[in-house]
């Protein structure tokens, strides 16, 4: 069977001439019959074009069977109340009303059409089919340009996207691996400081025992006796070192605090780079699954209305602004914790230097100190040996005045008993001649004698006591001596030997 293009293979000037109910041949199609003409099928609403079917043939137009629905205007059986001209009226018959009947009989009873309408009413058929297929025709031809234009426009547009989607993959690569450059950097600048302020918390520590020094040396002083107890210049250099390290103390704390705060500060912009950098690898993630999904793939599916839902929140220079905030915040927090680490290196070089020089400052007092009180106690010894000479010498003299006092007892007594024996003369015998004169001379010398030796042996006691006094006093010097150079040179010095802390860090 030939085929047209344009036309369907049911038309009737392609099958050739159907019969009619009289048995008559016509190329037109019987308005009785068509209805039977239709099929089963055609009451159901054809496939959409998206879809494919069984039923539906590429060289035969689905729309055929939407529209092809006829709704006569009148009976089938009635006839046409007037003719399609006024030259075929029969005047004669106008007036009689035919009764409907089929077409043989009517064309029996009179000529309802002339060969003028029927050659009008080909002509005006050609030249509908004619303007039919030309519109089929060109609606084809706009549907398969259509067709082209639309599937390599989707391809276009598809391959755009991957191709945007490509570089917002590269994009986010890119601000991935430098927040992650930073998150790094970030990690090894908290690590550092971190290790910096465990130093300065240990040197806050160890400053306790320079501070427990300095202290137990102030409490030892204070066990020195009567006239030692002096605020010389060791005590107030030990003053001055207990202030200096309570001082460096509290500097040492304030910069521990200032560095926790930092650290506080460094982790927080550590928390939004990694959270910044797991959004990242999340986007990254769902990105690259779209960047690999083609019309092949397994998984796509129809999402309605999705293109109207907008629950962005960025767009790309505030996407890219936030991780270059996130960046700078993090380079400025670095850069202010590298700060701190030379402040806590200042701070700690400062205090140590300044305890140690204190330190040393306060050891020179105490070797001065210790020799001043070394001389002095030889002095000391050397006073006391000679008091104690002199008590022994001023002993013998003391002695020997006693012996010269008791020597002049007897004489004393002779020269008495001379004279007692001289006054039992009797008579005129009882002459005061040279004799009687001398003895009373003698007499009166050994009694001044006797008063001077007894005026010397007081002096003499006097000045033993006086001796003892002193060397008692110099004993009790000397011993308060020994006590403050016990103090000073084995209790102070000895635990002051070596600094108790490093000297640097």
């Not at 031809?141 to 191709?163: F, I, N, P, Y």
């Not at 020179?364 to 020799?371: E, H, K, L």
């Not at 006093?473 to 103090?487: G, H, Y």
């Amino acid at each position: 069977m030939e085929t047209f293009m344009g036309h369907t293979q049911t038309a009737s000037y392609l099958t050739g001439p159907k019969f009619g109910g009289s048995g008559a041949p016509t190329f037109l199609p019987s308005i009785s019959t068509m209805q039977s003409s239709y099929k089963a099928y055609d009451a159901y609403p054809a496939p959409s074009p998206l879809r494919r079917s069984l039923t539906t043939l590429p060289w035969r137009p689905s729309t055929y069977y939407q529209t092809a629905q006829v709704n006569p205007s009148m009976a089938v059986t009635k006839s046409l109340p007037e003719p399609l001209g006024y030259t075929n009226q029969l005047s004669e018959l106008d007036s009689i009303k035919v009764p409907p009947v089929f077409v043989a009989a009517r064309s029996a009873l009179y000529t309802r059409y002339t060969p003028n309408d029927w050659s009008h009413s080909n002509n005006s058929n050609y030249m509908a089919s004619d303007r039919v297929r030309s519109s089929a025709e060109r609606l084809r031809m706009d549907t398969a340009r259509l067709c082209l234009e639309t599937a390599d426009k989707t391809v276009r547009t598809q391959t755009d996207v991957g191709k945007r989607l490509g570089e917002r993959i590269g994009d986010i690569q890119l601000w991935k691996t430098e927040v992650n450059h930073e998150t790094d950097n970030m990690i090894t600048e908290i690590a550092t400081l971190v290790e910096k302020k465990r130093i300065l918390e240990k040197a806050l520590q160890e400053t306790e025992n320079p501070l427990h020094i300095g202290q137990e040396c102030l409490y030892n002083r204070e066990r020195r006796q009567q006239i030692d107890l002096v605020h010389d210049q060791v005590e107030r250099e030990l003053i001055k070192e207990v202030d200096i390290i309570k001082r460096c103390q509290e500097k040492m704390r304030q910069t521990v605090e200032r560095a926790n705060m930092q650290l506080s500060l460094n982790r927080a912009a550590q928390h939004e780079l990694e959270k910044d950098s797991g959004d990242k690898i999340l986007a990254l993630n769902l990105d690259g699954t779209c960047h690999t999904l083609k019309n092949t793939s397994r998984g796509i599916n129809f999402h309605d209305g999705i293109q109207r839902i907008d629950n962005t929140l960025s767009v790309p220079e505030t996407w890219a602004k936030f991780s270059n905030d996130n960046i700078q915040r993090s380079q400025s927090e670095r850069a202010a914790s590298k700060q701190m680490r030379n402040e806590i290196e200042s701070v700690l070089n400062q205090c140590s230097n300044e305890m140690w020089s204190q330190w040393n400052g306060v050891n020179v007092g105490f070797n001065q100190r210790v020799q001043e009180t070394n001389e002095t106690r030889n002095k000391l010894q050397t006073h006391l040996s000679r008091v104690l000479q002199e008590t022994f010498d001023m002993e013998k003299n003391i002695e020997l005045l006693k012996k010269a006092i008791q020597d002049k007892e007897a004489p004393m007594q002779v020269a008495q008993t001379r004279l007692t024996t001289r006054t039992h003369r009797p008579n005129v015998e009882l002459c005061r001649d040279p004799v009687q004169h001398r003895l009373v001379e003698e007499v009166a010398e050994i009694t001044g004698t006797v008063e001077n030796l007894q005026a010397k042996l007081r002096q003499a006691e006097n000045a033993l006591q006086h001796l003892l006094r002193t060397k008692s006093t110099l004993e009790q010097d000397l011993s308060v001596k020994n006590n403050s150079l016990f103090i000073d040179r084995e209790k102070c010095l000895g635990m002051r030997k070596t600094f108790p802390m490093r000297s640097s860090y």
